[in-house]
Nanobody
């Protein structure tokens, strides 16, 4: 079965940190960039960050809403990507999904998604 699997969500207090992970199951994602999207109830889906490891560059993009607080990285074999989230705020509460993309040269575009995970929930609350 071909899928992406996310993990690491949970409940955290404002100012806290969480680390999300995304891994491919059943396929090789070497030719893809990988992005994270989030969607809160009643809000539009937001492309938060992406990374491309083509040629080992590890080029990343971050939306203004998370820049300086979130860090996206991949392991050397690109077996998984990790999204380290720090100084989490209430507005970061959302379902976070990872997806494979054809590129990472700006805001992740959900029209560019190929594979899409079921998501992991992040709740920021006192």
């Amino acid at each position: 079965q071909v899928q992406l699997v996310e993990s690491g969500g949970g409940l955290v207090q404002p100012g806290g940190s969480l680390r999300l992970s995304c891994a491919p199951i059943g396929f090789n994602w070497d030719r893809y960039a990988v992005g994270w999207f989030r969607q809160a109830p009643g809000k539009a889906r937001e492309g938060v960050t992406c990374i491309t490891t083509t040629g080992g560059d590890g080029i990343t993009y971050y939306s203004d809403s998370v820049k300086g607080r979130f860090t996206l990285s991949s392991d050397s074999a690109k077996n998984f990507v990790s999204l380290q989230m720090t100084n989490l705020q209430f507005e970061d509460s959302a379902a976070y999904h990872c997806a494979t993309l054809s590129r990472c040269d700006g805001p992740p575009d959900d029209l560019d998604m190929d594979h899409w995970g079921k998501g992991t929930l992040v709740i920021v609350s006192p």
